[in-house]
C-alpha cells in the first residue's frame, strides 16, 4: 500500500501540469453555466411516432418542427456569439416563475400525453370510427407565485368540495360558478399516491375566479382501431399536437395528405380540435427551412405573423399556411 501511494505522488509530481492542463479541458467542455441556448432543431418525421393496425406509407411526409435546448458551456456560448440564430437565455427565462426545471420537465412530460390523447381523440371523431374515452385524470402541473392554496404538482384533483372532477371542463365549470375570495377545499391523490387535503382561496385573473394553477387532463381513448405511440423519454411537450391528429387520421383512413411533399407544422390541439400557438416559431420555421420543407402549417395569430415577418426578411422558399383548427389544416393538404 505504501509503495501504491509513493508511485501516486511520484506519477502527480511528474505529471502534474498535463493533469492540470486535462483538467481545464474537460472543465472547458462540461462545465455548464445557468444559461439555455435555444436554436433552430430539425424534423420530427411524425409516421416513426405511431403505430397502427394496418401499414400505411405516403408518398411524401408529415413533420413536426422543434427548437434545440442546448446546456450553456463556454464553446457553445462562443458559438452563440458567431450565430445569429442561437440565443442565449437565463434559466429563469425558459422556465415560469416559481418552477424548477424538473418541475417544468415533469409538466412537459405531462402535456405530451395530454397532447397524444387529444390527438387521438380528434382523429378518431373525424374519422367516424367509434371510441371511448376513460380514465380522465386531471392534474396539477404547475402552481403561479400569487395563487392562495397549499396544492402541489403533480397532484391528481379527485373532488373540489363535494363536486367529484371528472375532467378539466368539470373542475373549470365549479370554479367559474364561484366568487373572487372564496375558499374552496380539494381532495387529490399527491404524486407519491397518497390522499391529501388541499385548500385554494381563489385570486382575481381578468376579473375572474381562478386557483392560480395549470392543469393537465390525461385519458384513455379506446377503439377497435388501435394506435399506439413510441416517444422517446427526452421528448416532452404539447406542440406537435396538430401534426400528429393529421398523421393519424391520414393512417386510420389511408389517406396521403402529402401530395409528395414535406409537409411541417407545429401547434397544441385541443379535444374540439382548434390549433393553439406555441413558443419558439422563429427556431421551427429556420430548421424546417434547412431541412428543405415544402410547407409549414403555423397557427393563425402572433405566430403566423411572426413566421411571415422572417419568410419575407430572409426570402424563404417556403409556403407558410396560417391555420386555426384541425378541419382547416385538413382541407388544405386535401386540396393542394
Same mark, same amino acid.
Not at 455548464?32 to 441556448?37: A, H, K, L, M
Not at 384513455?220 to 406542440?239: L, P, Q, T
Given at each position: 500500500?505504501?509503495?501504491?501511494?509513493?508511485?501516486?505522488?511520484?506519477?502527480?509530481?511528474?505529471?502534474? @501540469? /498535463?493533469? !492540470?492542463? *486535462? =483538467?481545464?479541458? +474537460? $472543465?472547458?467542455?462540461?462545465?455548464?453555466?445557468?444559461?439555455? #441556448?435555444?436554436?433552430?432543431?430539425?424534423?420530427?418525421?411524425?409516421?416513426?411516432?405511431?403505430?397502427?393496425?394496418?401499414?400505411?406509407?405516403?408518398?411524401?411526409?408529415?413533420?413536426?418542427?422543434?427548437?434545440?435546448?442546448?446546456?450553456?458551456?463556454?464553446?457553445?456560448?462562443?458559438?452563440?456569439?458567431?450565430?445569429?440564430?442561437?440565443?442565449?437565455?437565463?434559466?429563469?427565462?425558459?422556465?415560469?416563475?416559481?418552477?424548477?426545471?424538473?418541475?417544468?420537465?415533469?409538466?412537459?412530460?405531462?402535456?405530451?400525453?395530454?397532447?397524444?390523447?387529444?390527438?387521438?381523440?380528434?382523429?378518431?371523431?373525424?374519422?367516424?370510427?367509434?371510441?371511448?374515452?376513460?380514465?380522465? @385524470? /386531471?392534474? !396539477?402541473? *404547475? =402552481?403561479?407565485? +400569487? $395563487?392562495?392554496?397549499?396544492?402541489?404538482?403533480?397532484?391528481? #384533483?379527485?373532488?373540489?368540495?363535494?363536486?367529484?372532477?371528472?375532467?378539466?371542463?368539470?373542475?373549470?365549470?365549479?370554479?367559474?360558478?364561484?366568487?373572487?375570495?372564496?375558499?374552496?377545499?380539494?381532495?387529490?391523490?399527491?404524486?407519491?399516491?397518497?390522499?391529501?387535503?388541499?385548500?385554494?382561496?381563489?385570486?382575481?385573473?381578468?376579473?375572474?375566479?381562478?386557483?392560480?394553477?395549470?392543469?393537465?387532463?390525461?385519458?384513455?381513448?379506446?377503439?377497435?382501431?388501435?394506435?399506439?405511440?413510441?416517444?422517446?423519454?427526452?421528448?416532452?411537450?404539447?406542440?406537435?399536437?396538430?401534426?400528429?391528429?393529421?398523421?393519424?387520421?391520414?393512417?386510420?383512413?389511408?389517406?396521403?395528405?402529402?401530395?409528395?411533399?414535406?409537409?411541417?407544422?407545429?401547434?397544441?390541439?385541443?379535444?374540439?380540435?382548434?390549433?393553439?400557438?406555441?413558443?419558439?416559431?422563429?427556431?421551427?420555421?429556420?430548421?424546417?427551412?434547412?431541412?428543405?420543407?415544402?410547407?409549414?402549417?403555423?397557427?393563425?395569430?402572433?405566430?403566423?405573423?411572426?413566421?411571415?415577418?422572417?419568410?419575407?426578411?430572409?426570402?424563404?422558399?417556403?409556403?407558410?399556411?396560417?391555420?386555426?383548427?384541425?378541419?382547416?389544416?385538413?382541407?388544405?393538404?386535401?386540396?393542394?
Amino acid at each position: 500500500m505504501k509503495n501504491l501511494f509513493n508511485n501516486i505522488k511520484k506519477f502527480i509530481k511528474e505529471y502534474y @501540469k /498535463v493533469i !492540470i492542463v *486535462y =483538467v481545464l479541458i +474537460l $472543465a472547458f467542455f462540461l462545465v455548464e453555466f445557468p444559461y439555455y #441556448i435555444s436554436a433552430p432543431g430539425g424534423l420530427i418525421n411524425t409516421d416513426d411516432k405511431i403505430e397502427t393496425t394496418e401499414s400505411f406509407k405516403m408518398s411524401g411526409s408529415l413533420n413536426m418542427a422543434y427548437v434545440s435546448e442546448i446546456h450553456a458551456t463556454i464553446p457553445t456560448l462562443v458559438i452563440s456569439l458567431l450565430n445569429k440564430d442561437w440565443d442565449v437565455e437565463k434559466e429563469e427565462e425558459v422556465k415560469n416563475d416559481n418552477e424548477t426545471i424538473e418541475e417544468k420537465n415533469y409538466r412537459n412530460k405531462m402535456l405530451l400525453e395530454e397532447a397524444n390523447d387529444t390527438a387521438l381523440l380528434v382523429a378518431y371523431k373525424h374519422s367516424d370510427i367509434d371510441y371511448k374515452v376513460t380514465n380522465n @385524470k /386531471v392534474y !396539477i402541473t *404547475y =402552481v403561479d407565485k +400569487l $395563487a392562495d392554496t397549499n396544492l402541489k404538482i403533480g397532484d391528481q #384533483i379527485l373532488k373540489v368540495d363535494d363536486t367529484e372532477i371528472t375532467d378539466k371542463n368539470s373542475l373549470f365549470e365549479y370554479i367559474a360558478s364561484k366568487q373572487i375570495g372564496d375558499k374552496i377545499t380539494l381532495e387529490v391523490k399527491d404524486i407519491n399516491g397518497d390522499d391529501k387535503k388541499r385548500e385554494a382561496t381563489l385570486i382575481n385573473v381578468l376579473d375572474e375566479p381562478k386557483v392560480g394553477a395549470v392543469v393537465t387532463e390525461t385519458f384513455d381513448v379506446k377503439s377497435d382501431e388501435k394506435v399506439s405511440f413510441n416517444f422517446k423519454d427526452r421528448e416532452s411537450g404539447s406542440s406537435g399536437g396538430l401534426m400528429l391528429t393529421l398523421t393519424i387520421y391520414s393512417h386510420l383512413n389511408e389517406i396521403d395528405l402529402t401530395g409528395g411533399k414535406t409537409i411541417v407544422g407545429t401547434g397544441t390541439i385541443d379535444i374540439n380540435g382548434n390549433v393553439g400557438e406555441i413558443s419558439g416559431i422563429k427556431y421551427k420555421l429556420i430548421g424546417a427551412v434547412n431541412k428543405g420543407a415544402d410547407v409549414f402549417l403555423v397557427p393563425v395569430g402572433e405566430n403566423y405573423e411572426d413566421a411571415k415577418k422572417l419568410k419575407e426578411e430572409r426570402n424563404y422558399d417556403i409556403e407558410l399556411v396560417p391555420v386555426a383548427t384541425f378541419e382547416e389544416a385538413l382541407k388544405y393538404l386535401e386540396n393542394q
